[in-house]
């Protein structure tokens, strides 16, 4: 069981920067990849970035391409959203969610599709101003 907290949200100007948390619970989170999705209101949730459970892998989708990363920091069971140069566009309730545990395969997985992913926190607020 793994119990996922997201942190970090707020409002922001456009341009601006905003550094997203997930903390994860659990001895094993450091075996869950780790996926971070957003839902805008009146749009479906999407997939924004991923992180295999090893760190070793990155995914991005290409609207955030070059302005966000993912990382992680396993001795802390943290994820992170390093979001620059945002844009009014990336307002939404952002979700982190993980899945596995793997302990030697799949070192570089970072599925997209949000059924792959197991535990979801309960999202963080980002609101970007024009």
């Known amino acids: 069981q793994v119990q996922l907290v997201e942190s970090g949200g707020g409002l922001v100007q456009a341009g601006g920067s905003l550094r997203l948390s997930c903390a994860g619970s659990?001895?094993?989170?450091?075996?869950?990849?780790v996926g971070w999705f957003r839902q805008a209101p009146g749009k479906e949730r999407e997939f924004v970035a991923g992180?295999?459970?090893?760190?070793?892998?990155?995914d991005y989708a290409d609207s955030v391409k070059g302005r966000f990363t993912i990382s992680r920091d396993n001795s802390e069971n943290t994820v992170y959203l390093q979001m620059n140069t945002l844009k009014p566009e990336d307002t939404a309730v952002y979700y982190c969610?993980?899945?596995?545990?793997?302990?030697?395969?799949?070192?570089?997985?970072?599925?997209?599709?949000?059924?792959?992913?197991?535990?979801w926190g309960q999202g963080t607020q980002v609101t970007v101003s024009s």
């Open positions: 969610a993980a899945g596995g545990p793997y302990y030697s395969s799949r070192t570089n997985y970072t599925p997209r599709f949000s059924r792959n992913y197991v535990y």
């Open positions: 659990g001895r094993t989170f450091s075996h869950y990849f």
């Open positions: 992180i295999s459970w090893k760190g070793s892998n990155t």
